[in-house]
């Protein structure tokens, strides 16, 4: 039979020292909210489940339940805790979700540094050694308000002993401190969780008190060292700050290590869920979003942003925006322009200055190089648009759409009043006002636009 491992990941505190409306496991780090990254970090154990326990009011939080229960690779389920009555309270809450299992991982949502590697160490352990509870600890050279970790003289963890109990000249370094991490043996879990005892202080019960019972009763409590960076939760602004700066410079540091030329990098910014292709150069002052992709051997900067996009190999992106949007192969944008709403463009197009382009397709080899608006537009192969080009898309009331045959010469300063349609070959004079469709290799001019063949572009008679 195959190993079961659960993951409970506790998330039921209230934030207020956040001072926000917004619940504390959905504050960001690199880009992505803090539970996201607990969640895909929880991945590592490949657990059968994963249980999030929530207060009654985070589970009213629609916005938090979606990101808990969006499909992911192993079923994730909601345990509530009715009262606020500490960690150990709040993984009693998970037990009836728990069910029959191996190892039980216990993980904070509030920890977005915890790594991967960390938890399978802490796995490895609990599989390797016979200790119903592996921690997670971190030498550090002041121990603050972590637990402290007291071992026998044998080595072995006796106990964690907390700041208020704990003797003042004993907690400066080098420290091993306690980071509330664990993974506990699955049979023993459910007898233990409930021998749990409230503080007489804070009448809270404690998952640290797991450690005295094991030993207790004779088992075995292991540890596996993690970084010290590990340990950071966050309870308030600048902790969410220090984490921010800690991971985006992970981040940074795995893409050079991949093959990615990062400019000044202090000066750049890459989300978590990024991905880079070898040899692209990222230019300083760039923001590189969640939910985008770059390919090989593009070149983007300085100062771009990109959100949401997709860019394929061999692109460049000057000083521009890029948003909900795709660019492929051999395209180059900018500098100062702004791809947004669910535009493609395709290969081997140039996009040059003050350019905005929204909802719209640039087929292969179109050139748009200077100042202009396509708005709900289709453009076609070769066609060349030129300055000062708007699609006028908004009747003000709806949005219609403007389609552009291929190898189409738009004038500079001419306007195409949507819905309009201009055939292949076309050829639009400079200043034309586009009010009705053209056809196929016609040339129309003036205002409004009108066909130089003796036709007007919807095929009446010229006045």
Same mark, same amino acid.
């Given at each position: 039979?195959?190993? %079961?491992?659960?993951?409970?990941?506790? +998330?039921?505190?209230?934030?207020?020292?956040?001072?926000?409306?917004?619940?504390?496991?959905?504050?960001?780090?690199?880009?992505?909210?803090?539970?996201?990254? /607990?969640?895909?970090? +929880?991945? *590592?154990?490949?657990?059968?489940?994963?249980?999030?326990?929530?207060?009654?009011?985070?589970?009213?939080?629609?916005?938090?339940?979606?990101?808990?229960?969006?499909?992911?690779?192993?079923?994730?389920?909601?345990?509530? @805790?009715? $009262?606020?009555?500490?960690?150990?309270?709040?993984?009693?809450?998970?037990?009836?979700?728990?069910?029959?299992?191996?190892?039980?991982?216990?993980?904070?949502?509030?920890?977005?540094?915890?790594?991967?590697?960390?938890? $399978? *160490?802490?796995?490895?352990?609990?599989?390797?050694?016979?200790? /119903?509870?592996?921690?997670?600890?971190?030498?550090?050279?002041?121990?603050?308000?972590?637990?402290?970790?007291?071992?026998?003289?044998?080595?072995?963890?006796?106990?964690?002993?907390?700041?208020?109990?704990?003797?003042?000249?004993?907690?400066?370094?080098?420290?091993?401190?306690?980071? #509330?991490?664990?993974?506990?043996?699955?049979?023993?879990?459910?007898? *233990?969780?409930?021998?749990?005892? +409230?503080?007489?202080?804070?009448?809270?019960?404690?998952?640290?008190?797991?450690?005295?019972?094991?030993?207790?009763?004779?088992?075995?409590?292991?540890?596996?060292?993690? $970084?010290?960076?590990?340990?950071?939760?966050?309870?308030?602004?600048?902790?969410?700050?220090?984490?921010?700066?800690?991971?985006?410079?992970?981040?940074?540091?795995?893409? @050079?290590?991949?093959?990615?030329?990062?400019?000044?990098?202090?000066?750049?910014?890459?989300? *978590?869920?990024?991905?880079?292709?070898?040899?692209?150069?990222?230019?300083?002052?760039?923001?590189?979003?969640?939910?985008?992709?770059?390919?090989?051997?593009?070149?983007?900067?300085?100062?771009?942003?990109?959100?949401?996009?997709?860019?394929?190999?061999?692109?460049?992106?000057?000083?521009?925006?890029?948003?909900?949007?795709?660019?492929?192969?051999?395209?180059?944008?900018?500098?100062?322009?702004?791809?947004?709403?669910?535009?493609?463009?395709?290969?081997?197009?140039?996009?040059?200055?003050?350019?905005?382009?929204?909802?719209?397709?640039?087929? @292969?080899?179109?050139?748009? #190089?200077?100042?202009?608006? =396509?708005?709900?537009?289709?453009?076609?192969?070769?066609?060349?648009?030129?300055?000062?080009?708007?699609?006028? !898309?908004?009747?003000?009331?709806?949005?219609?759409?403007?389609?552009?045959?291929?190898?189409?010469?738009?004038?500079?300063?001419?306007?195409?009043? =949507?819905?309009?349609?201009?055939?292949?070959?076309?050829?639009?004079? =400079? #200043?034309?006002?586009?009010?009705?469709?053209?056809?196929?290799?016609?040339?129309?001019?003036?205002?409004?636009?009108?066909?130089? %063949?003796? @036709?007007?572009? !919807?095929?009446?008679?010229?006045?």
């Amino acid at each position: 039979m195959s190993e %079961r491992t659960v993951v409970v990941i506790l +998330a039921a505190g209230a934030g207020t020292r956040m001072r926000s409306r917004i619940a504390k496991p959905l504050h960001t780090v690199a880009g992505l909210p803090m539970i996201d990254l /607990v969640l895909t970090t +929880a991945a *590592a154990a490949n657990p059968d489940t994963i249980i999030v326990v929530l207060s009654p009011t985070l589970a009213e939080d629609n916005v938090l339940t979606a990101h808990i229960t969006t499909d992911r690779q192993s079923p994730t389920k909601i345990a509530i @805790q009715e $009262q606020p009555l500490g960690t150990g309270d709040a993984l009693r809450s998970a037990l009836p979700l728990i069910g029959a299992t191996d190892r039980v991982l216990v993980l904070f949502a509030d920890h977005p540094l915890l790594t991967g590697a960390s938890i $399978q *160490a802490m796995l490895e352990t609990s599989r390797s050694l016979d200790a /119903v509870v592996v921690l997670l600890t971190c030498m550090l050279d002041d121990a603050a308000g972590y637990g402290r970790i007291d071992r026998r003289d044998d080595g072995s963890i006796a106990r964690i002993i907390e700041r208020s109990d704990d003797v003042p000249g004993l907690r400066s370094g080098p420290i091993e401190v306690n980071s #509330g991490m664990m993974v506990v043996n699955g049979d023993w879990i459910g007898g *233990a969780v409930v021998r749990l005892t +409230a503080s007489p202080h804070t009448k809270e019960c404690y998952l640290t008190e797991l450690v005295e019972i094991a030993v207790a009763d004779g088992h075995g409590v292991a540890a596996v060292r993690g $970084q010290p960076d590990e340990l950071i939760g966050i309870n308030d602004r600048l902790d969410l700050a220090m984490a921010e700066e800690i991971i985006r410079n992970r981040l940074k540091e795995h893409h @050079q290590r991949s093959g990615v030329t990062l400019m000044n990098p202090s000066t750049i910014a890459i989300d *978590a869920d990024v991905s880079i292709g070898a040899d692209t150069v990222i230019l300083p002052g760039s923001v590189i979003r969640s939910g985008t992709s770059i390919g090989a051997e593009c070149e983007i900067g300085p100062n771009s942003v990109l959100s949401e996009a997709v860019i394929g190999n061999r692109c460049r992106v000057s000083s521009s925006y890029v948003t909900s949007s795709t660019i492929l192969d051999g395209s180059d944008v900018g500098p100062f322009s702004h791809i947004r709403g669910n535009t493609i463009v395709e290969s081997g197009v140039h996009v040059g200055n003050f350019a905005e382009i929204k909802n719209s397709v640039l087929s @292969q080899g179109v050139r748009m #190089g200077h100042f202009g608006y =396509a708005g709900d537009a289709t453009i076609g192969t070769d066609s060349n648009i030129g300055a000062g080009v708007v699609t006028c !898309n908004f009747d003000g009331k709806d949005k219609h759409r403007t389609v552009i045959g291929k190898r189409v010469f738009v004038g500079s300063d001419s306007m195409l009043v =949507a819905p309009v349609t201009i055939g292949d070959d076309a050829i639009l004079g =400079a #200043g034309s006002v586009v009010t009705k469709d053209v056809l196929p290799g016609d040339t129309v001019v003036g205002v409004p636009a009108r066909s130089t %063949r003796g @036709q007007a572009g !919807n095929g009446e008679e010229r006045e």
